[in-house]
């Protein structure tokens, strides 16, 4: 009898490690649901709602630009099948001999470049000139970079959206000291 209990537990054990997990505990309290069907105002008035919950009194940057790498992605993504964002990240500045380059840091998609020069391609031109700059499938906002696979995929609103988003990582107790810091 013994035996029998020791085999049902282990058995119990089992289908418990093997089955399925409820949805319910995938969900996070960040979670980005499926936004279809609503205006992008809404949807960028919602998803800033999601970033500053996410990035609440947290410092670090990499945490921080990480979860907004995230958030973006699969909320533009989620959004609207069209869209096909394929990346969604940031690149920082950093020091190089005697000048300087943008340099990648956390993002969600494709393989990417590590490093761009100042003014080079869509992201150099877009820290040269200080200004967001809109292409046929990619977004620049200062370190913020999305692409997408399809042409035409961004507009004006999805640069206030973004430009709100990235006004609001800035102003947060995101600490920024690392980026100046060579030995950080």
Request: net charge negative.
């Amino acid at each position: 009898m013994a035996g029998d209990i020791m085999v049902k537990r282990k058995k119990e054990e089992s289908e418990q490690t093997t089955s399925e997990p409820h949805e319910e505990e995938h969900k996070s309290e960040f979670d980005v649901h499926d936004k279809s069907g609503t205006s992008k105002a809404d949807f960028y008035a919602q998803l800033l709602k999601e970033v500053d919950s996410v990035i609440g009194t947290e410092t670090d940057l990499i945490a921080n630009t990480a979860n907004l790498s995230s958030l973006i992605f699969h909320g533009l993504n989620q959004r609207t099948a069209a869209a096909k964002i394929n990346w969604a990240g940031f690149y920082f500045m950093r020091p190089k001999a005697d000048t300087r380059e943008l340099v990648l840091g956390p993002f969600q998609g494709q393989i990417a470049c590590i490093r761009i020069a100042i003014g080079r391609g869509v992201c150099g031109a877009c820290v040269k000139n200080a200004t967001t700059m809109v292409g046929d499938k990619e977004i620049c906002i200062g370190v913020l970079d999305i692409d997408s696979a399809a042409l035409n995929t961004f507009d004006e609103e999805d640069q206030k959206g973004l430009e709100v988003i990235i006004k609001t990582l800035v102003e947060s107790k995101t600490d920024f000291t690392s980026l100046t810091d060579p030995l950080k």
